[in-house]
Each structure stands twice: as structure tokens, then as C-alpha cells.
């Protein structure tokens, strides 16, 4: 897979790096609190009054928090061939970021193969039309 | 002084896909809940909709839509949204008004018409919005359902057989429902046989969206002596505080959490019931019976630990024994549930009051739990709504 020729299905939201990805968030530069999606103007911490945030590559592990499957096709905007494959979902629970974040489950990883507590990383596939979104892939017993 | 208001009257339209207009299934409701109260429409003094987003300005406005269908007869009005705790935001529109002394008998309504087919996004490319976001990427409404059922069975050891059970006995509490929308009962068996939609999750542990209404003549306790029904079921809390961050659950449309490096986390829907506690002067222990938001079996069962009904992890426990049947020692959704009605967003909250309004008083024929004193509501939507109320006799 060459992510380098295909495009993401939301710009910016993760780095291109096939080997590597990282999701993109921002942190609040004065109480250090992390957002996913990085779009974020006044920092959500009831007693910050942050404005101010730096672009963070969010950590590429974790464990699963929990886990599901889409068994039917989603609706609109969802793109997906026919016939329609079920896919694995994962909510991803990053250690040093503390927050927890959604992402479908890389292609041939069956809900069946996954439990909460597993160590997961991040990938780049693409969706059924081409457009290149992040997964989370279980990593090797023993990992990280 | 009391904060309690009496509740004079509560009525409903039968929940369904019925695929007419919103505000017929109002009036009716509406219509009902004066019959049950023996209160003229014209000495309403106050008119509280809860608003529907699915049927166009009418329902943007729905109080006044609803106060001119009944004929405007000059009452000050109001229209509360907030997702699935609509309704409690016009009840509670409604306690300040006759807690301030503004009126003493107020109408609140709750309609709604539900399209067909699958909930989704409104249409084109707005990768600002998250609720389009999500569904890009592949993660609908059950996806959030699914998770935290799942999460359960990692940190409690729940099964599917006890999600089951949940489906059936609140099948068997609907049964006879006349308001309720499906009406049949199931074994565990036929839960088992429906489809997965989204894996611990089938067809059956999901509930459906509906047409329906419901409607409350709530008044002042003066009015209600004056009246002659001082022995009249009382709200004696509404709660509708909001999340506080760092918020620990992942929600609808959301596809992260709030990060808790500067904060510690917190639960949502626990927090809901806790201020409706405070709010009464009781704790969980006051409670004869609940009516909490079943959009899925398996969140019944967090509803229950989130009430303090139990200990956490075990409503399982509390389910297999038997214990939230009616008959039980605490019945949950002795209606039915979301699981007989199906959802009509802004009608549930005030459904769930009618419930326990008809149980306090003893008229919930086949379904009624004995000695029914006090009953608490539970419910959350989306963008960090949800609501708790406490009705006692």
C-alpha cells in the first residue's frame, strides 16, 4: 500500500506515514489537556482558560477499552462495496494522552480475535472507496 | 417551602409508526392528560412543548404549535430541546413557572413523527460536524450501544442470556400496555435467533424509533388542594445537570473521549440521578420502582447501578434473580420500556412520568407494582443531555 498516492477521508486528522501513522490531536498548552479531533479553539477544561494549542501526533498503542462490530452496512456517509463485509470496531483507551478513541478494527481481524485489555496499533487502510482511514490493528502477545 | 408541584393529570398517545402528523398525536395526548386532571384547557395558564427536529418549524415551536391546535385561549408559552431529555426541560419550564408563583396549572407535551429506516446524518460533506464524521467512518448508534454492553461482560461478567432476560421481562411488563407500541412476548430463545447488528447486540436488544406523545396537568400543591386532589403524585425533583469534564464514556457523536490528564473522570449518567436525589431529600433506598432509558437491554442494567439501585456489577445478578420484575423487590420499566415502545425522542421523558404517575396512583391494571411510593426516571441523549425525575405519592 502506498499512502503517499492515496488521499485520507478527513484531511489532516492523521499523519500519511504508512509505516508509522499517528493520529493528529492538539494540546492545551497551559493545562496540557489533549483533543481528538484537533480542531478546537477554547480549551474544555472547566478552570482553564486556555487558548492556546500545539499540534500533537497522538500515541500510536493502546489497549482495548471495548469492542464491536458493524454487522449491517452503515448508512450514508458511509461508503462500502457489495457484497458488504462486516468490519471490527475498536475504542482505544491511550495511556499517556488518557482518553479513549474510536476507529474500525484492519480488515481480516474478526470481532472474534479481540478482547478488552488487548494492545493495539495504529495503521492506515483504505475504505471502500479508495480514501485512506486510520485503524487499530492487535499487535503481537508480548507487545508493546 | 415545598419545591413539589402535583401532577393532576397525565395522558398518551399510543406510541407506533402511525406516519401522521406530530401534532395530532399531541392534541390526543394532550387532550388526555386534561380529561385525567378534570382541568379546562381554559385555565391552563401555561403551555410547555417539547420540541421535535424532525418535522419542520411547527416543531421547532412545538408548545405554541400545540397550544393553537388546541385553540389559543391567551396562556404564556414555551419550547424546550435537549435530545432525549426534552420533555423533563418542559416539565422542569413548567415547575418554575408555578414554583414562582408566574402560574398555577401548566400543560406540558412531548410529540413526535419518526422517518423510516435507519437514523443518519443530514446530507453533503461537513467533515466539521462529528455526527457526519462518524458515519464516515463507519460508527452508528448501536456502535456506542455495543461498546459499553461489551465493556460490561469484560468487567462484570455479564452474558448475552442475561441481556436476554432484560428483553423479555420488559416484553412481559408491555404486554398489556395499551400505549406501548410491540406488544408480544418473547422467550430468550427468540432474542438469541435475531440478527447481530452489533456484536455483543442483536435485533431485539435494540430498540426502535416511534410516533408518539405523551402529556402531564401539572399544578401548584394549592391548586391541587383547591381542586380537590391534594393527594395528587408530586414531582419532587427534576435533574438535568449537564457532563462534568473530564466526561469517562465515549457518547454518540463523539469518536474520543475528553482526555483526564488535568482532570479525573467522571460519570455522566451516575451524576444525573445524584442531583434528582439531593434534590427530593431521599437516597435509593426510598425507591419502589424506575423507568429508565433501555435503548439497549444491556443499558438497562447500567441504568440500575447508575440509580444505586445496586452495587456496581451487579444488576446482572439482580436481573437473573428476578428482583426488577414487577413482583420484585425493584421493578424497572414496569411500561415496557424503550424495548416495547421504541423512541420518540421528545415524548420519552414525559412518558416515563406518566408511567409512574398512573403506578403511584395505582391504575396501571396488569402492571402494577404494589405499593408503589416513590418512582425515579432516568434518561440521556446526545450533546450532553439527560434527566432524572423523582414522582412520589
Known amino acids: 500500500m502506498d499512502a503517499k498516492v492515496k488521499s485520507p477521508v478527513l484531511e489532516g486528522w492523521f499523519t500519511l506515514d504508512e509505516r508509522q501513522p499517528h493520529l493528529l490531536g492538539a494540546r492545551c498548552t497551559t493545562c496540557g489537556t489533549y483533543y481528538f479531533p484537533k480542531a478546537i479553539k477554547f480549551c474544555r477544561h472547566p478552570d482553564c482558560a486556555g487558548e492556546q494549542f500545539e499540534e500533537v501526533p497522538l500515541s500510536r498503542t493502546g489497549r482495548i477499552w471495548s469492542y464491536t462490530n458493524a454487522a449491517y452496512k452503515p448508512p450514508e456517509p458511509y461508503v462500502a462495496s457489495e457484497p458488504f463485509v462486516p468490519f471490527a470496531i475498536a475504542a482505544v483507551e491511550l495511556a499517556l494522552e488518557r482518553m479513549i478513541v474510536l476507529g474500525q478494527v484492519a480488515t481480516g481481524v474478526p470481532v472474534e480475535a479481540l478482547a478488552v485489555g488487548q494492545a493495539v496499533e495504529l495503521v492506515l487502510e483504505p475504505l471502500d472507496d479508495g480514501k485512506l482511514t486510520w485503524k487499530w490493528k492487535p499487535l503481537p502477545e508480548g507487545q508493546p | 417551602m415545598s419545591k413539589d408541584i402535583a401532577i393532576l393529570g397525565a395522558g398518551m398517545h399510543p406510541w407506533g409508526k402511525w406516519g401522521r402528523n406530530f401534532v395530532e398525536y399531541g392534541v390526543i395526548a394532550a387532550r388526555a392528560a386534561l380529561a385525567d386532571s378534570g382541568v379546562n384547557w381554559r385555565d391552563v395558564q401555561f403551555v410547555s412543548g417539547a420540541a421535535t427536529m424532525r418535522n419542520g418549524y411547527p416543531g421547532y415551536v412545538a408548545g405554541a404549535t400545540f397550544a393553537q391546535a388546541l385553540g389559543w385561549q391567551g396562556a404564556q408559552v414555551n419550547t424546550s430541546y435537549a435530545a432525549c431529555a426534552s420533555g423533563s426541560q418542559a416539565l422542569a419550564a413548567a415547575r418554575s413557572k408555578i414554583l414562582s408563583g408566574e402560574c398555577e396549572v ?35 448508534n448501536p456502535t456506542y450501544f455495543a461498546l459499553y454492553a461489551r465493556r460490561r461482560m469484560a468487567l462484570y461478567g455479564d452474558t448475552l442470556a442475561d441481556f436476554a432476560k432484560v428483553k423479555v421481562k420488559n416484553a412481559e411488563h408491555g404486554f398489556d400496555n395499551p400505549n406501548a407500541r410491540y406488544r408480544k412476548k418473547f422467550t430468550a430463545e427468540d432474542v438469541a435467533a435475531s440478527a447481530m447488528v452489533a456484536d455483543p447486540l442483536r435485533l431485539m436488544d435494540i430498540c426502535a424509533t416511534s410516533d408518539g406523545a405523551a402529556a402531564l396537568v401539572v399544578s401548584s400543591l394549592d391548586y391541587a388542594r383547591k381542586v380537590g386532589k391534594k393527594d395528587a403524585p408530586r414531582v ?24 483526564a490528564v488535568a482532570a479525573e473522570t467522571q460519570s455522566f449518567r451516575a451524576a444525573l440521578p445524584r442531583k434528582a436525589y439531593e434534590e427530593a431529600g431521599i437516597g435509593p433506598e426510598d425507591i419502589s420502582l424506575a423507568e429508565v432509558y433501555d435503548l439497549s437491554t444491556a443499558l438497562e442494567l447500567d441504568w ?16 437473573r434473580e428476578g428482583a426488577t420484575r414487577i413482583g420484585g423487590k425493584l421493578p424497572v420499566n414496569a411500561s415496557g420500556g424503550l424495548a416495547c415502545f421504541g423512541e420518540a425522542v421528545p415524548a420519552q421523558a414525559l412518558a416515563q412520568v406518566c408511567e409512574l404517575t398512573w403506578q403511584l396512583r395505582g391504575q396501571a391494571g396488569a402492571r402494577q407494582v404494589r405499593g408503589a411510593k416513590v418512582g425515579i426516571t432516568a434518561n440521556q441523549g446526545l450533546f450532553g443531555h439527560g434527566s432524572s425525575v423523582i414522582v412520589k405519592r
Open chain 2, 304 to 319: 440500575f447501578e447508575d440509580l444505586g439501585l445496586c452495587p456496581r456489577g451487579e444488576a446482572a445478578r439482580w436481573v
Open chain 2, 236 to 259: 419532587a425533583a427534576i435533574s438535568t445537570v449537564t457532563p462534568r469534564f473530564a466526561n469517562d464514556t465515549v457518547e454518540m457523536p463523539d469518536l474520543a473521549t475528553d482526555s
Open chain 2, 106 to 140: 401548566a400543560l406540558v407535551i412531548g410529540a413526535d413523527t419518526t422517518p423510516k429506516g435507519f437514523l443518519a446524518p443530514q446530507k453533503g460533506e461537513r467533515p466539521d460536524d462529528p455526527d457526519w464524521v462518524r458515519f464516515r467512518v463507519g460508527i452508528t
